[in-house]
């Protein structure tokens, strides 16, 4: 049987409501060569009802591992037997665009990269009201042409710590290199699992695996639109816990690592394992350790800078219960680079994206027509190159349907305004 063009792998667990959101925006692709792999590791509620729907579709496959597995084994085990030449991992709050794995497919066919990464909007404040999921939505991204980027910079660009990993300024870069929200010729994971045994490594799988792509791409494309929505639930984000609990971050770092004491002493600052950019850092190092090839061997990071970070992670949270702030107050204090170079640093990182609508525009208006059409706010941001608030389409809330069908109406009609085109890459 011939191999799929992509392999949709979903990893999932206790979130069939929101899974059947991402599946149907699966099946109402007007592009029909991929395979979706859904992976059950639910707990308290499956979704094997919700695939149920797609059964008879050939494309869909559901499986569940024999005992709970932890988000690596589980990530590893779920792309275990993908066939497509492509391979990209949907968490349960990714909708994509109609014309989304088209695009994906023209990129592919006439470059053949070895990484595609794309951008992606929100879907703000979700709730569900029965079955049904609602939301406020308004277009984020501008769209431009497709462009190369060099994974050897990229790779470097991140050792440097100029910028915390996730951040504001480089929305458009976070992602390069990810089996989120971008994708992987499958040879070359298998290529990485053939050398390590596994591609994902605790505690931040999506990053390990980026650098292990990074450290092995050769050609890297970004389509340079955004292709998805991420769907903002509240309550439904790990990532959000983990940046405002003590407790949460380390009962999630507990899953990962058995011997906690054991694994904060790894870390680079030591012991100080409080938010997201000292763990990434420690993973980048760990992935740096354990290769014996590419770029990411010669690359170093800087404690000091990485510092800067660790400290504005401990600003962010709100939430200390049993622990002690002023413990990793102390740890901090030793890196003297704080004092010189962190309040600069952090302007940076939070100015905004070049790629961001409102600020790549120069007129503001305060006045928005919640009526508008997504064709008619395309002409005011692009012929009339006017930015009105960002405030939802309709002036409340939407049905995530309807988010989905403007957010494709916006940019296809901002594509044709702007003369971005799939057949030029710069």
């Given at each position: 049987?011939?191999?799929?063009?992509?392999s949709i792998?979903?990893?999932?667990?206790?979130?069939?409501?929101?899974?059947?959101h991402v599946?149907k925006?699966?099946?109402?692709?007007?592009?029909?060569?991929?395979?979706v792999?859904?992976s059950?590791?639910?707990?308290n509620?499956l979704?094997?009802?919700?695939?149920?729907?797609?059964?008879n579709d050939?494309?869909?496959?559901?499986?569940r591992?024999?005992?709970?597995?932890?988000m690596?084994?589980?990530w590893?085990?779920?792309i275990?037997?993908a066939n497509?030449?492509?391979?990209?991992i949907?968490?349960?709050k990714?909708i994509i665009r109609?014309?989304?794995?088209?695009?994906?497919?023209?990129?592919a066919?006439k470059?053949?990269?070895?990484l595609?990464?794309?951008?992606?909007e929100?879907f703000?404040?979700a709730?569900?009201s029965g079955?049904h999921?609602?939301?406020?939505?308004?277009?984020?991204?501008?769209?431009?042409?497709?462009k190369?980027?060099d994974a050897t910079?990229?790779?470097e660009?991140?050792?440097s710590?100029q910028t915390?990993?996730?951040?504001?300024?480089d929305?458009?870069k976070?992602?390069?290199g990810?089996?989120y929200?971008?994708?992987?010729?499958?040879?070359?994971i298998?290529?990485i699992?053939?050398?390590?045994?596994?591609?994902?490594?605790p505690?931040t799988?999506d990053?390990t695996s980026?650098f292990l792509?990074l450290?092995?791409?050769?050609?890297c494309?970004d389509?340079?639109?955004?292709?998805?929505?991420?769907?903002?639930?509240?309550g439904a984000?790990n990532?959000?816990k983990t940046?405002?609990s003590?407790?949460e971050?380390k009962?999630?770092?507990?899953?990962?690592?058995?011997?906690f004491?054991?694994?904060?002493s790894s870390?680079?600052?030591?012991n100080?394992?409080i938010?997201?950019n000292?763990t990434?850092a420690?993973?980048?190092?760990l992935?740096?350790n354990?290769?014996n090839e590419?770029p990411?061997?010669?690359?170093?990071?800087?404690?000091?800078?990485?510092?800067?970070?660790?400290?504005f992670?401990l600003?962010?949270?709100?939430?200390?219960n049993?622990?002690?702030k002023d413990?990793f107050i102390k740890?901090?204090?030793s890196f003297t680079?704080?004092?010189?170079?962190?309040?600069?640093?952090k302007k940076n990182?939070?100015?905004?994206?070049?790629?961001?609508?409102y600020?790549?525009i120069?007129?503001k208006?305060?006045h928005?027509e919640?009526?508008?059409?997504?064709?008619?706010?395309?002409?005011?941001?692009?012929?009339?190159?006017?930015a009105?608030?960002?405030?939802?389409?309709k002036?409340d809330?939407?049905?995530?349907?309807?988010?989905l069908?403007?957010f494709?109406?916006?940019?296809?009609?901002?594509?044709?305004?702007?003369?971005?085109?799939?057949e030029k890459?710069?």
């Amino acid at each position: 049987m011939k191999a799929p063009f992509i392999s949709i792998v979903i990893p999932t667990r206790d979130r069939p409501e929101l899974l059947k959101h991402v599946l149907k925006s699966i099946k109402q692709q007007d592009f029909d060569d991929f395979e979706v792999i859904i992976s059950d590791n639910g707990i308290n509620k499956l979704c094997y009802e919700e695939y149920l729907v797609y059964k008879n579709d050939d494309r869909f496959h559901y499986k569940r591992p024999s005992k709970p597995l932890d988000m690596c084994s589980h990530w590893e085990y779920a792309i275990e037997g993908a066939n497509g030449k492509y391979l990209t991992i949907f968490c349960e709050k990714f909708i994509i665009r109609k014309d989304a794995l088209k695009t994906l497919h023209k990129i592919a066919d006439k470059e053949s990269p070895d990484l595609i990464t794309w951008q992606y909007e929100y879907f703000e404040n979700a709730f569900f009201s029965g079955e049904h999921l609602f939301g406020e939505y308004h277009p984020l991204v501008k769209p431009s042409q497709p462009k190369y980027y060099d994974a050897t910079l990229e790779l470097e660009r991140r050792f440097s710590l100029q910028t915390p990993f996730i951040n504001r300024r480089d929305k458009d870069k976070n992602s390069y290199g990810k089996l989120y929200s971008g994708c992987a010729k499958n040879s070359i994971i298998k290529k990485i699992i053939d050398k390590h045994g596994k591609i994902f490594y605790p505690s931040t799988p999506d990053f390990t695996s980026m650098f292990l792509l990074l450290n092995h791409a050769k050609k890297c494309i970004d389509i340079a639109q955004s292709l998805m929505i991420t769907i903002n639930l509240e309550g439904a984000s790990n990532g959000e816990k983990t940046k405002l609990s003590a407790e949460e971050i380390k009962k999630y770092l507990s899953t990962c690592h058995h011997n906690f004491d054991e694994y904060a002493s790894s870390l680079p600052i030591t012991n100080f394992w409080i938010g997201h950019n000292v763990t990434i850092a420690r993973d980048m190092m760990l992935i740096k350790n354990i290769e014996n090839e590419g770029p990411i061997k010669n690359l170093g990071i800087n404690k000091n800078k990485l510092a800067i970070w660790a400290e504005f992670d401990l600003n962010q949270v709100t939430d200390w219960n049993n622990h002690n702030k002023d413990h990793f107050i102390k740890i901090l204090s030793s890196f003297t680079q704080i004092d010189t170079d962190s309040e600069e640093m952090k302007k940076n990182a939070l100015k905004p994206c070049s790629n961001e609508i409102y600020h790549a525009i120069g007129e503001k208006t305060n006045h928005f027509e919640p009526s508008i059409s997504a064709k008619a706010l395309a002409e005011l941001h692009w012929l009339d190159k006017v930015a009105p608030p960002r405030k939802s389409i309709k002036g409340d809330y939407v049905s995530a349907d309807d988010a989905l069908e403007y957010f494709y109406q916006y940019n296809f009609h901002s594509c044709e305004l702007l003369g971005v085109t799939l057949e030029k890459i710069s």
